[in-house]
DNA sequence: AGCACGCCGACT
DNA sequence: GTCGGCGTGCTC
């Protein structure tokens, strides 16, 4: 794998000149690559993976990525020069580039898609034009006739050297700002030009020392002392750096100095004494890059030692591993995968590689991320979406360069520049926000973590409590290794699980709004014994939607087809699908009635309930509406955590992740909503859903229950969560999927046509069935259809669904197929303003 | 994706 | 009559 890192072009040590030229990737949906030309002296400079600027078009300044380097001059075209070199080395790797390519080949993108998702913006370059004055034009001298907006632009640019066109748009407070601009130039008075900015900054601190001076000559620091009694704050001052640095020691120590905050902090000393010590040539102040991520040595020890069970898994992976490339953990709730991934880590890192440690998004926690630094330190690098551009880009920096041997991520982390992998984790991998819809590249992280391992050698371990149909399906057929955990961790037992039949216990007037008289009675029981409850309801705001008494009125979205949910803290009216929001309003737009009533429940009424209902309960909810701020996610976590909260109410996030021993009692509020939805996965989801909510209750010696409410008891689904018997959902599944032909035996592509005309939608999926039809064959091709939810952002959908034949080689041919008729259906005229967004593997 | 060039309505 | 709308088409 180390060949990967040695880019550079082959050292010739020929004299001639050769003409190179470069093959470039714009962060633009373009389908193809640009043919740039090397200037001589950049030769030696321009390697496949650093970023190049360069001009494309009339005057926009890109920078893009070299994707490969030849002598092949262009034949009917006059390459433009490459303008300048960005890195001395490689920023993607070549196994990254080979990635890439398949992640557009795959997923039916443009490679600059994929470049655009991969890359932090901190290492985007943007272009902005500017303008600035003309370097033969004086404003104080030179007399020209003008018009009051471009005497304003002038002014502003004698103050300021350079505006942005936003910067004049604003400044002249006018959308038409480009004439003036335009009437400058002519007059001579300005010009323009591009300018790429780096924007990642690495962070800096201000750091103080003793100048050399002091340390190097014997005696002149007693001498100071002598000189500074007079002055005794500037004493104090040196006192205490002394003692933060204690230079007497070791002279050595104050080349690092220390950080300036750590005086100026300190209230017993004063800014100002420092300040004169530093003009006085005493100290001096000096900057120093720093990371971003606070250093910790690990101690490179596991915390606890492997149980027996998980022992005997890590040995049987290992021993797959000698045989296959993939291999599926499945592990119940509890079980303690991870240890064992920390294991194998530290294996895979001994043996010198790195190593991908993936994560859905919500299974990211503090909890985890602490567990893994305990042990791998500063060799462990983070990538979440929270973390800032500049963080990302250090990640990616600190891999190449060797820093960061183990990534813990999220989705977006297979992006990373690795280039030695030995190693690849994907945990709870049947997890659907795996896949990112939109925008493109509509990718799946578990199959291009599967790719990318395969690319670069590497093993992968897939982990879960609940695999997905295809992955097991995959262990079943020989292709990956299958090591099960039957036994929770410390011999805790797995949770009881009890059904609430709802609709005869509304019968029985047992129900308090949507609490069942059971359900509340055992909440009431675990707070009485101090434990924790945990109650998930899938769906955020108060209300999926109002309906007014009097004439059913019922608020939808302007924009989609859908209707708005009310959401009460902000007494909001709120479209989940586009964002748009309204104020709640007080009686009925329609009739004027005062009767506005909220239908149905989300996270936000069961919180409000239950603190009517049980005034005594501390309640917190988690959901995206509590969530948004970077750090309430942790403050909620801990403060559950901790115990200053009893009740957690929340969606899918409460889920994932969250270890909580305290947890005795798990209530899922309306199974129903989760059961009943209209797709070919939709059991296995119920089953995912509802097995790891339960995997929340009662850890530790503690037996957890787990009250499930749901109209209808008798569904076959709930015995199989109750026996945990994943191996009859498997059999009955993938029967289903077989005798329907749907994944694991085929391959799906969602094809989704979007108009703002709905019969224009309607007409154009006409045309593009019939087409793929003709390219495909007739069976292969379902629809067009309009989705459950027809309209969104003000544009009519249709959907058309193909399903093709597992084997690759067609699949190839298929899309090639697909995105000719998409192409063609562009060209016709009647279609014009349609989009076409085709979806490989839809989840 | 931008941004330029190019053909039709309301204004100095 | 022009300014300016945004509709197609190209960018190495």
Not at 119 to 125: E, Q, T, V, Y
Not at 459 to 465: H, Y
Not at 555 to 564: E, H, I, Q, R, Y
Request: neutral net charge.
């Amino acid at each position: 794998m180390s060949e990967l890192l040695n880019f550079n072009y082959p050292p010739e040590p020929s004299t001639d000149r050769v003409t190179l030229f470069a093959d470039v990737i714009l962060p633009l949906p373009l389908p193809k690559l640009y043919t740039y030309r090397i200037p001589y002296e950049m030769n030696d400079e321009v390697l496949v993976g650093v970023r190049v600027i360069v001009q494309f078009g009339a005057k926009k300044v890109l920078s893009c990525i070299v994707a490969d380097i030849h002598e092949n001059a262009p034949a009917d075209y006059q390459a433009k020069y490459i303008l300048d070199v960005l890195d001395d080395k490689p920023i993607i790797t070549k196994p990254q580039l080979r990635l890439f390519k398949w992640i557009a080949d795959y997923y039916m993108c443009t490679l600059g898609e994929v470049i655009n998702a991969a890359l932090p913006s901190a290492l985007k370059l943007s272009s902005e034009s500017r303008i600035q004055l003309h370097p033969h034009y004086n404003p104080e001298e030179d007399e020209l006739i003008l018009a009051p907006q471009e005497e304003k632009i002038i002014f502003a640019l004698n103050n300021n050297q350079a505006l942005t066109f936003t910067e004049v748009g604003n400044l002249l407070q006018l959308k038409s700002y480009h004439k003036f601009i335009k009437s400058l130039i002519q007059k001579e008075a300005i010009i323009i030009y591009e300018q790429v900015s780096d924007k990642f900054s690495p962070k800096v601190v201000k750091k103080i020392r003793l100048t050399e001076h002091f340390v190097q000559e014997e005696g002149l620091l007693e001498e100071l002392f002598n000189q500074l009694t007079p002055q005794p704050k500037q004493l104090d001052v040196l006192l205490n750096y002394l003692q933060l640095v204690p230079v007497h020691q070791d002279i050595n120590l104050n080349y690092r100095g220390t950080e300036k905050s750590a005086l100026t902090n300190n209230p017993h000393l004063s800014a100002s004494s420092i300040n004169t010590l530093i003009k006085k040539g005493v100290l001096e102040q000096f900057d120093q890059i720093v990371s971003r991520f606070p250093m910790e040595h690990g101690n490179q020890q596991l915390p606890m030692a492997l149980s027996e069970h998980q022992l005997q898994a890590k040995d049987e992976i290992l021993g797959l591993f000698k045989e296959k490339d993939t291999v599926l953990l499945h592990g119940v709730t509890g079980s303690g995968k991870t240890e064992v991934y920390i294991d194998l880590i530290k294996h895979a890192l001994d043996s010198g590689g790195q190593v991908l440690y993936l994560l859905p998004e919500i299974a990211l926690t503090a909890q985890i991320v602490t567990r893994l630094m305990k042990v791998f330190g500063d060799k462990l690098g983070i990538y979440h979406s929270k973390f800032s551009d500049n963080e990302r880009a250090e990640v990616w920096q600190g891999i190449l360069s060797g820093r960061f041997q183990v990534i813990v991520g999220v989705r977006s982390s297979i992006f990373l520049p690795f280039h030695d992998l030995s190693l690849v984790i994907i945990d709870e991998e049947h997890e659907p926000s795996y896949k990112q819809y939109d925008p493109a590249p509509r990718y799946n992280a578990r199959e291009t973590g599967l790719m990318m391992a395969h690319l670069q050698g590497a093993k992968t371990l897939l982990g879960s409590a609940t695999p997905s149909i295809e992955s097991y399906y995959n262990c079943k057929t020989g292709r990956w290794g299958l090591v099960s955990m039957t036994k929770r961790f410390g011999e805790a037992k797995l949770p009881e699980i009890e059904l609430v039949d709802t609709r005869r216990e509304q019968q029985r007037k047992n129900m308090h709004s949507h609490f069942s008289a059971k359900l509340l009675t055992e909440i009431e029981e675990r707070l009485k014994r101090q434990e924790q409850v945990i109650l998930f309801q899938n769906r955020r705001g108060y209300a999926p939607f109002i309906s007014c008494d009097e004439c059913s009125w019922i608020p939808k979205c302007k924009f989609c087809a859908v209707s708005l949910s009310y959401h009460k803290y902000n007494n909001e009216l709120r479209c989940h699908y586009c964002g748009y929001h309204e104020r709640m309003p007080h009686d009925c737009p329609a009739c004027g009635a005062t009767t506005l009533k909220s239908m149905g429940f989300g996270t936000e009424k069961v919180e409000d309930e239950l603190k009517l209902m049980l005034p005594s309960a501390e309640v917190q909810r988690m959901d995206l509406d509590t969530t948004k701020k970077k750090n309430s996610y942790q403050q909620i976590i801990s403060d559950f955590e901790s115990g200053r909260t009893n009740v957690l109410v929340g969606t899918q996030m409460v889920t994932k992740g969250l270890d909580f021993e305290n947890v005795s009692l798990v209530g899922i509020l309306n199974a129903d909503t989760i059961i009943n939805f209209p797709d070919f996965r939709a059991h296995e989801r119920a089953y995912q859903l509802f097995v790891q909510v339960s995997g929340r209750a009662g850890r530790k010696g503690k037996p957890g229950s787990v009250i499930i409410q749901t109209r209808d008891p008798l569904q076959p689904i709930f015995n199989k969560v109750r026996s945990n018997d994943y191996s009859t959902l498997y059999e009955h599944e993938i029967e289903e999927r077989m005798r329907f032909g749907y994944p694991p035996f085929t391959r799906m592509i969602r094809i989704t046509v979007k108009h703002a005309d709905d019969k224009a939608a309607e007409n154009a999926a006409i045309v593009l069935t019939k087409d793929l039809s003709d390219r495909l064959g007739k069976q292969q091709v379902l629809g067009p259809e309009v989705p459950y939810i027809f309209k969104i952002r003000n544009l009519f959908l249709q959907e058309i669904h193909i399903k093709l034949p597992r084997d690759s080689t067609n699949l190839k041919a298929a899309k090639s197929q697909i995105a000719q008729a998409i192409f063609n259906l562009k060209l016709l005229a009647d279609f014009k303003g349609i989009r076409v967004v085709a979806d490989v593997d839809p989840v």
